[in-house]
């Protein structure tokens, strides 16, 4: 049913800035909250950020907080990541995925995911 597709990623230099959108295919996006997640290698999956249903409540992952902005459009059915001041530990693909209104740092408990796009920071 749902459907995710990320896009925005690319590479860009140390200090600059990357837009990612996650898309939805479903008129019910509005009833789910959309996390972004991220790989990189040697490291494991981490939560990056999170937004609920309602637009109510931006999580952050210690990481990114200050640098990365959370923001959903429920009338594009499209949930943003602006990612500023970036730097190369945040090279990672990144996914966005979704569980019903309420966010969760656990990567379990989301029952959608997209395809991932790839983010590089590098000089």
């Known amino acids: 049913q749902l459907q995710l597709v990320e896009s925005g990623g690319g590479l860009v230099q140390p200090g600059g800035s990357l837009r990612l959108s996650c898309a939805a295919s479903k008129f019910t996006f509005d009833s789910y909250a959309i996390g972004w997640f991220r790989q990189a290698p040697g490291k494991e999956r981490e939560g990056v950020s999170c937004i609920n249903s309602a637009g109510s409540s931006l999580n952050y992952a210690d990481s990114v907080k200050g640098r990365f902005t959370i923001s959903r459009d429920n009338a594009k059915n499209t949930v943003y990541l602006q990612m500023n001041s970036l730097q190369p530990e945040d090279t990672a693909i990144y996914f966005c995925?979704?569980?019903?209104?309420?966010?969760?740092?656990?990567?379990?408990?989301?029952?959608?995911w997209g395809q991932g796009t790839q983010v590089t920071v590098s000089s």
């Open positions: 995925a979704a569980r019903y209104s309420t966010c969760s740092a656990l990567y379990a408990r989301y029952d959608k």
